[in-house]
């Protein structure tokens, strides 16, 4: 196909541009459910799909636009700019590693796993270097003596929810996506 690439990059922009609209659409969380962090929201699912389809490069990339649109244009909060690239940028391009699972038979809920887990290590690790100013703090009932529990309590409130989330209704679309894909290829 003459355009691949071009439809390749439209397809992504498409993308970027449903998980910003999503990212309107959330319900704030984290923090032993105080709102001071995180929310539960579809973000990933169109980024997720997109890596699937398009694979692990492309799907890297979307997240990265994705992240720092998302920082600039939906009340995105850091406290300097190590943590705006860390907590947005490359958090949400790590969700691009979906597309390692492409091919697969569980491809779409295997690679929300796959996503989240990478954008949860993103996040615990900004914890841990940058956020590890607020340790000792209580969290959930629990004090937190060291930045990697906090890190753990506090990216876990909203992080565990959102991938359970992400699996689930990549699960659930697996089937007519597949049905998509094919009808899509036939024609």
């Known amino acids: 196909m003459k355009y691949k ?3 390749t990059m439209c397809e992504g922009a498409v993308c970027v541009a449903l998980s910003l ?5 959330k319900i704030p969380i984290g923090a032993g459910f105080g ?3 995180g929310s539960i929201d579809l973000v990933m699912i169109p980024l997720i799909v997109y890596a699937l389809r398009r ?3 492309w799907g890297l990339g979307a997240g990265l636009v994705f992240g720092t649109l998302k920082f600039f244009l939906a009340g995105g909060v850091a406290v300097n700019w190590q943590s705006m690239l860390l907590d947005y940028s490359v958090a949400y391009m790590c969700v691009g590693f979906a ?3 492409r091919g697969s038979r569980f491809a779409l809920p295997l690679g929300a796993l796959l996503g ?5 290590a993103i996040h615990f690790i900004s914890g841990v270097t940058i956020y590890a100013i607020v340790v000792p703090t209580e969290i959930m009932g629990i004090v937190a003596g060291g930045p990697a529990l906090y890190s753990l309590l506090y990216n876990g409130t909203y992080m565990l929810p959102n991938t359970v989330l992400a699996v689930a209704v990549c699960a659930l679309l697996r089937i007519p996506l597949a049905r998509i894909e094919k009808a899509r290829t036939a024609a």
């Not at 989240?116 to 949860?120: E, K, L």
């Open 99 to 101: 597309g390692v699972m």
């Open 55 to 57: 694979g692990t490069g």
């Open 35 to 37: 709102g001071w962090g």
């Open 5 to 7: 690439k071009l439809i």
């Open 116 to 120: 989240c887990a990478g954008r949860f």
């Open 21 to 25: 609209v999503l990212s309107y659409m």
